[in-house]
């Protein structure tokens, strides 16, 4: 089940507003200008998919995507605890930074933990299937796939360099909490 935290950039401590309730979380996303929307990841996928497989099956939705918002590429990320660059890539991903476009996720498979950093608020969203998440342009955010990570997700951009990361140099990100399993 998705949820949303958000915080005072300045308080990770103390949570201003926790919920699982998707109208809510739309609402308060919207609010930042972050789009989310529950999808349908209903096609069959087994765990060794490649992504051409993953592509095929989820090859309408993506031509809706594509179609309706001018994303000119896609590509697929995929993870598993015995990936061997999992520890480095989570560790690249929890670096809060920025992207010249939007950064577009549509998750089929498993979760992961996206956070934004907007004016002074920190919105933790943990994003799992059916989930797709736009977070507009220059806008600062971390990923976090946990140290177990698994997840399939269908990434969509309008640059067909795909994705090219713009580090702040912050630090807050290793103030917040991050996905445990």
């Not at 497989?53 to 179609?67: N, T």
């Not at 507009?136 to 971390?142: D, E, K, L, S, V």
């Given at each position: 089940?998705?949820?949303?935290?958000?915080?005072?950039?300045?308080?990770?401590?103390?949570?201003?507003?926790?919920?699982?309730?998707?109208?809510?979380?739309?609402?308060?996303?919207?609010?930042?200008?972050?789009?989310?929307?529950?999808?349908?990841?209903?096609?069959?996928?087994?765990?060794?998919?490649?992504?051409?497989?993953?592509?095929?099956?989820?090859?309408?939705?993506?031509?809706?995507?594509?179609?309706?918002?001018?994303?000119?590429?896609?590509?697929?990320?995929?993870?598993?605890?015995?990936?061997?660059?999992?520890?480095?890539?989570?560790?690249?991903?929890?670096?809060?930074?920025?992207?010249g476009e939007d950064e577009v996720r549509f998750f089929v498979r498993g979760r992961g933990l996206f956070v934004?950093?907007?004016?002074?608020?920190?919105?933790?969203?943990?994003?799992?299937?059916?989930?797709?998440?736009?977070?507009?342009?220059?806008?600062?955010?971390?990923?976090?796939?946990?140290?177990?990570?698994?997840?399939?997700?269908?990434?969509?951009?309008?640059?067909?360099?795909?994705?090219?990361?713009?580090?702040?140099?912050?630090?807050?990100?290793?103030?917040?909490?991050?996905?445990?399993?």
């Open positions: 089940m998705s949820q949303l935290t958000i915080y005072a950039d300045d308080d990770p401590g103390s949570p201003l507003l926790a919920t699982d309730d998707i109208d809510r979380i739309r609402e308060e996303l919207g609010n930042a200008g972050i789009l989310i929307e529950r999808w349908s990841a209903d096609h069959e996928i087994p765990d060794d998919s490649d992504a051409d497989s993953i592509i095929r099956a989820y090859r309408r939705e993506i031509d809706e995507l594509i179609a309706n918002r001018g994303y000119q590429t896609f590509d697929v990320v995929s993870m598993h605890p015995e990936h061997p660059d999992k520890d480095a890539l989570r560790l690249k991903f929890l670096d809060e930074h920025t992207h934004v950093h907007a004016d002074d608020r920190v919105y933790s969203v943990l994003c799992e299937k059916d989930d797709l998440i736009s977070v507009p342009a220059n806008t600062r955010h971390w990923f976090d796939m946990g140290p177990n990570p698994r997840f399939t997700a269908i990434r969509l951009f309008n640059n067909p360099e795909g994705w090219i990361a713009n580090f702040t140099g912050d630090e807050i990100a290793s103030r917040f909490p991050t996905l445990e399993d």
